[in-house]
């Protein structure tokens, strides 16, 4: 059985977006637009019925796509300088661990981040609609249904648009900070550490196990929610036959 790792902290996030904290990590935006930018929820990632909506904010998309090349980027810098750690490593531990949107999604509900985010349209849903997005709110037997996060991907595309967004600001801050430090020291408080001895790795598999676990029962959760809406809808109550 792996070693459980401990929680996650909580993110902390200024009403003028200028100083984001997480435990004993806080970086001061020189440029707060790129923080508040990475909490806009792209209008593609809302629920099918929401499609359509005109963006008011531009959205944390490509912010979003600039974290997740940090990401690999920091994290395979210490895999390449780990000595006994090869290719299949890597894959174990970051392909199939914490490059999943799975796993992202689980430190994004435990950071809390859902409490900041807003939708490309301005509407500033609850954290629980980010954290549970409606399968198919209208029981529409032509929609197709959705997995919470890892599909819908509002939260883990957050938290990789707030590492981009961290990166973004020390590259044009003046003086200029050295961005990958900055980075591994958010990554560190989010307890997602690239494993450098066996201890290590035995923490990141508790993790990953973890996210792994928490995932497959929240979507088992939500789509009994949506079959017994369906059930409901067609008169079938449950145990009925």
Not at 10 to 35: M, Q, V, W
Not at 169 to 195: G, Q, T
Request: net charge neutral; aromatic share 8%.
């Amino acid at each position: 059985m792996s070693a459980q790792p401990p929680p996650a902290p909580r993110l902390s996030i200024d009403n003028t977006y200028k100083t984001l904290r997480c435990g004993a990590f806080a970086h001061e935006f020189a440029h707060p637009h790129l923080l508040m930018r990475a909490l806009v929820v792209p209008i593609a990632y809302l629920p099918s019925t929401m499609q359509g909506r005109p963006s008011t904010y531009e959205d944390g998309k490509k912010l979003a796509f600039l974290g997740d090349s940090v990401l690999k980027t920091v994290m395979a810098t210490s895999w390449a300088l780990t000595e006994g750690q090869d290719s299949l490593f890597w894959t174990t531990h970051f392909d199939n661990g914490l490059a999943k949107d799975s796993f992202l999604a689980r430190i994004g509900d435990a950071i809390k981040i859902s409490h900041y985010l807003v939708a490309a349209d301005g509407d500033r849903m609850t954290p629980d609609f980010w954290e549970n997005p409606p399968l198919n709110p209208n029981n529409n037997p032509k929609q197709k249904s959705k997995v919470v996060n890892e599909k819908n991907k509002p939260i883990p595309s957050a938290a990789e648009a707030v590492i981009g967004a961290i990166w973004s600001d020390c590259l044009m801050s003046e003086p200029k900070r050295e961005p990958a430090e900055r980075v591994k020291a958010f990554l560190w408080e989010l307890r997602m550490r690239w494993p450098r001895d066996e201890e290590g790795r035995e923490e990141l598999v508790g993790l990953i196990e973890n996210t792994e676990e928490l995932t497959k029962e929240k979507n088992e959760k939500n789509m009994g929610v949506q079959g017994a809406g369906k059930g409901k809808e067609q008169g079938v109550t449950p145990g009925g036959s």
